[in-house]
């Protein structure tokens, strides 16, 4: 072990031991190995997480992220390709189906949504789609309103015991104009909740537009001030295609709905817009709704074409050997999509996400391995490779809303995202990775993955985006997220970017595959241990 090496890890150790002692009032200098209970000289567990071998990744990342694959786009037969090649790697390891599955692969529909036209104009001036209004396939059925000679300007467009914008107002067949978010103090807490934090009528776009459907409203307008911002953040939801979650009947629950900019809103209401401006200001300080009716002169034209598309998560299940554990489900997971073709190019996603699907798959064989041995796991692992994760965590969303297993008897998520490259701060030393999330719910787990990784790997544990100030949001941006939201310990590991983060050049040739082995050999003894300790990880830090 090269001197340099050993003083980063020290120094990565000792300010990781003081921040995590202090959260849990851990003696200074005690040794994470304490918070390690599994019996490891009698299950030895290094025979089975030395069978993670950088040849065998080698040799399933070369196929999974070749040319054949196409870039394994959910929805299309090259992530179908995948889907079965995972299937048959998980019955040569001899790990069976579970039951709730078809043979390994929990189906999934999703919708594929595209504008053909989205056109909205004023006085027969068009506006600009994406710049003065922004409507979201994935959020719309076709609309088609040729001329709207009123619409009612309804205050946030809120409905709730305490304040509402719909008492005594007739909605039904309307267009209605509401603003974003809620009413607030001047120093931005909200007026609705007990503690001023913000409500779901600010952080949950289906709320409002879901109250206008079921009130029956034709059409509501979300007056947004920073519609540029949202045309650039949510580029990808409102140009080109997008798959979402479901039935075409979801929709059902939507009313049509279109942001626009408050100069586009100001346009419509012409003379009465001081009036609404008042009413605004009315709201605000007295916490009344005023509505009002305003006469004006504009279309809307929304076109779509849509058609649903088809997809599976797919499951490997080591049961437990213990019968007080075996019902306890310890989750490692990995998405194996990637962004498929655009023409003829192909981004194979060597990286991403071919590198965790692959890390995973060896995971998955040495517990096998270690089932057969005779030697454990006490409890049962479910191995899941999803798919939807590049269109917004959607196989992994599916899961937690269908879950195979009950999600009260899901102890954790270990997923990984990414581990077979070295990222600009590491490019002198390869034996690290970003941990993320590990403290977030759960002190036991961070503890636990310290300790395996004293013991075993003692690889360099980066927890720089982990953490809430980061401004990459990494947290949010992976598969484990959807389990955490549902109150179930999480954690993610991650090597960062690259310069061929999601590009064509993301390629196998460039994967360090011994870096990637014991990262691997990382994920299986943090998974031996939450699958073979006494007592599971408890869920000890509120959000």
Not at 499 to 512: A, G, L, N, S
Request: proline fraction near 3%; charge should be negative.
């Amino acid at each position: 072990m090269k001197l340099n090496r050993i003083y980063s890890l020290v120094v990565v150790l000792t300010f990781v031991v003081n921040g995590i002692n202090a959260q849990m009032n851990i003696p200074p200098g005690l040794d994470f190995s304490t918070y390690l209970q599994a019996d490891y000289d009698k299950l030895n567990p290094e025979s089975f997480a030395n069978e993670i071998t950088a040849a065998d990744l080698k040799e399933y990342l070369s196929i999974l992220a070749s040319d054949e694959f196409q870039g394994r786009e959910t929805g299309t037969p090259g992530n179908d390709k995948a889907a079965d090649y995972i299937r048959e790697k998980l019955e040569s390891f001899g790990i069976p189906a579970a039951k709730g599955t078809d043979n390994y692969l929990q189906p999934i529909q999703f919708n594929w949504t595209a504008w053909n036209k989205t056109e909205m104009t004023f006085n027969e001036q068009s506006y600009r789609h994406g710049w003065d209004f922004i409507a979201y396939p994935g959020r719309n059925e076709n609309l088609e309103i040729p001329y709207v000679n009123e619409i009612l300007f309804l205050g946030y467009g809120i409905d709730t015991e305490t304040y509402s914008d719909y008492n005594d107002v007739d909605v039904l067949g309307k267009v209605i104009a509401v603003l974003k978010d809620e009413p607030v103090t001047v120093d931005g807490k909200s007026k609705l909740t007990s503690d001023g934090t913000l409500s779901e009528w600010s952080t949950d776009w289906k709320k409002k537009v879901e109250t206008a459907k079921a009130k029956g409203v034709k059409a509501i307008l979300i007056i947004d001030n920073e519609l540029q911002k949202r045309a650039g953040s949510t580029r990808n939801q409102w140009f080109g295609r997008q798959v979402t979650l479901g039935k075409q009947s979801d929709f059902n629950k939507l009313c049509s709905n279109v942001y626009i900019s408050s100069g586009f809103a100001k346009d419509i209401f012409g003379k009465y817009y001081k009036k609404v401006i008042r009413a605004r200001k009315k709201i605000q300080r007295k916490g009344k709704s005023i509505p009002l009716t305003i006469p004006t002169n504009f279309s809307i034209i929304l076109d779509k074409k849509a058609s649903t598309l088809k997809g599976n998560n797919v499951l490997g299940f080591i049961e437990g050997t213990d019968p007080e554990l075996k019902d306890e489900i310890v989750v490692v997971s990995a998405h194996y999509d990637h962004l498929g073709m655009r023409g003829k190019d192909i981004y194979n996603g060597a990286d991403d996400n071919g590198s965790g699907t692959s890390t995973v798959l060896e995971v998955a064989q040495s517990f096998a391995q270690a089932k057969a041995a005779g030697v454990g796991p006490r409890r049962s692992v479910l191995c899941i490779w999803l798919t939807g994760e590049e269109k917004g965590l959607l196989g992994s969303e599916y899961y937690t809303k269908l879950p195979i297993f009950p999600l009260a008897k899901t102890v954790v998520d270990i997923n990984v995202d990414m581990v077979g490259r070295v990222d600009k701060k590491y490019e002198e030393n390869p034996e690290y990775i970003y941990v993320i999330g590990s403290d977030r719910l759960s002190t036991e787990l961070h503890a636990i993955n310290e300790g395996v990784n004293d013991r075993f790997t003692e690889l360099t544990l980066d927890y720089t985006y982990n953490a809430e100030s980061d401004p990459n949001r990494y947290y949010y941006r992976s598969d484990h997220y959807n389990f955490a939201q549902n109150g179930i310990p999480a954690i993610f590991y991650f090597n960062g970017t690259h310069k061929d983060y999601h590009r064509t050049t993301d390629t196998v040739d460039k994967i360090q595959f011994d870096k990637m082995a014991k990262i691997g050999k990382l994920v299986f003894y943090t998974a031996w241990e939450l699958t073979n300790r006494d007592k599971r990880i408890e869920v000890d830090v509120n959000q």
